[in-house]
Every structure is written in C-alpha cells, then in structure tokens.
C-alpha cells in the first residue's frame, strides 16, 4: 500500500458551474480520505473549509440544483477569488498533489492551472495549454479534423452580422451555445429561424464568444479515458430533449447505459476516436470525450470534457463502475497519475 499523501482538493469557484464543483469535491475528498490520505478542502472562491462547513453542505443533500447559481451571486464571489487563491499557494505547496475539482471557468479554462505550475505545485488533469484547449470548441473541432476525428459543422458568431446571415450554409435546426463553457449552460437548440437572436443573446451571457453548430440527431454516447486507457463507451438517455444541466445533475432525469448497448465494433470506434482527441487536444490524466452517433452508425465528437464531473451522477465514474473501479479507486489513480 503506498504511503498516504497530503492531498488538497479546489472545488467551488466562481463559474456557473459552482454548485456541481462543490459536490465533485466533496465526494473526492470523502473517497480520498478512505484511502488514507490527508485530505484538505478549498473553496477557491471563500477559502479553506473546516470539517464543519464540508457537513453543512453535505447535509443539504443535493448540492446542486436545477439551475445554475445566478449570475450576479458568483459575480459578487469572483472579486474574490484571485487574492484567496493567492493567499492560498504557500499551504498548496506544502501539498504533495492538488486534486482540480473545479468545472468551468477559471478552474477548467487552463488559468489555476496556469498559477499552480508557475508555483512548483502538482496538481491533476491536464496542464494549462491543454485546459484552454479543450475549453474552447471552436479550437477543439479545428483540432479534432485535423486528428481525423468527424464532428459537425460550425460557425462563430458575429456580433457585427444580421441575425439571418449567421447560419451561412447550415440549416435548421442548430445548436447555438457559448465557446467556453460546460454543463449546456447557456446553450440552446434553435428550431425556428425567429428565435435565434434570442439564442445567441442568451449564449452571450455566459462568454464572449457563441458557436453555432450543426444540430445531429442520433444516440449520444460518451467515452472516459483515465490514463492513455479508453473506459467503457456509455450512452445517455435524457428525460428533457437533450442532455442539459437539470439532466445531469438531477437523479432520475436521464438514464445512463455503462455499457452502451451497440456493436462492438462501434464501441471500439468510438474509444479510438476518444482517444485521437484526447491527444490532439495534449489532454493527460483524464478526461471524458462525447459524441453522437447517427442512425447510420456515423460517429460526430461533440466535445471534450478536461475535467469532467465526479458527482454521484457524474459519467466518468460510472464508466469506471462498469471496468471494475471503484470511485474510491479512480480518484487514487488520478492522483496517481498526477504524480508519474
């Protein structure tokens, strides 16, 4: 059994997805200290929680609702969050490893990142190039082409064009959603020609930046991979028309299939894929990559995920269930890696 290590886990932050990164880190730290490590827990965006703040929350039971955290609360908290991560980094470095339970924003877009490596300090995931990335899906789809990695059409918006002359040569209907987010935050599918200017609106709430992408009907599918290894292919039935925040953090709105019920072949196809993007994008440690797959059996990379979630109902650590790990054991060999 290796030697316990000190262990500090980010979670929270100030990005929409504040709530699911709170209940990441919760479950991280719960698994790791099962292990045997010694186990600290940062609120990137209020600071170090004692053991009775981590039972408040835990107590409420769901931390995450239905709908993303307001936007002005996490404005008021993002003051905030650069000086108490600064305050933080000499107790980080007195860490053997950082476990990254941050989704979204600062956490996932390569910035801590960033600020751990110029600090010496260890951390899991991917490095900071690698996060922006990732986080970004205009960047990711050229890459994924470039890697023979099939994914749909897209433009970018302009804030300078007519609504009408947005969509160039794709049709109806589109999916409209910021470039550097997760979760669906902000994202839309746009059926009638009159209610996408409403769409990119909302989109441009959450980034600078709207993609517009090609809508494609098919079974979606999700691949993890943890080291260089692809997990078993998983496939996602949600409740609402499509896999959204309140689908996938809301128990009992989308049924997950790990395995996925399709050929093997396409199975193995799609864990290739996963792993070409995983590549392309210079991801290491883990990551989980989502695709759909046509009636055809054609498979489109929809996106990579750098830091996927760790929720009870998370994707990745279902996919680890369904290859004989345990959450407990996942969460070890993630730092694992970290520390190669």
Known sequence: MPSPLRITVLMGGTSAERDVSL?????????LRERGHDVVTLD???????????????????????????REELARMAAHSLPQMLRALPSLKE????????????????????????????????????????????????????????????????RERPVDGQLGKMTLPVVVKPSKQGSTVGLSIVRRREDLGAAIAEAYNYDDEVMLEQFVAGRELTVGILGEEALPVGEIIPKNEIYDYESKYTVGMAEEIFPAQ???????????????????????????????????????????????????????????????????????????????
């Open 44 to 70: 990137t965006a209020r600071g170090t929680l004692n053991a009775r703040e981590e039972k408040q929350l835990l107590s409420k039971g769901n931390v995450v609702k239905r709908e993303p955290p307001a």
């Open 23 to 31: 209940a990441s880190g919760l479950r991280i730290a719960e698994a």
């Open 262 to 340: 399709i050929p093997v072949e396409r199975a193995r196809e799609a864990q290739e894929l996963a792993r070409r993007a995983f590549f392309a994008l210079k991801l290491r440690g883990y990551a989980r990559v989502d695709f759909r797959m046509t009636d055809d059996g054609s498979l489109f990379c929809l996106e990579a995920n750098n830091l996927p979630g760790m929720t009870q109902t998370s994707l990745i650590p279902q996919a680890a269930q369904a290859a004989g790990i345990s959450f407990p054991e996942l969460c070890e060999r993630i730092v694992r890696e970290a520390l190669k």
């Open 95 to 158: 860490a053997d490893v950082v476990f990254i339970g941050l989704h979204g924003g600062h956490g996932e877009d390569g910035t801590i990142q960033a600020l751990l490596d110029m600090a010496g300090v260890r951390y899991t995931g991917s490095g900071h190039l690698a996060s922006a990335i990732a986080m970004d899906k205009d960047v990711s789809k050229h890459l994924f082409r470039r890697a023979g990695v099939q994914t749909a059409d897209w433009v970018m918006a302009d």
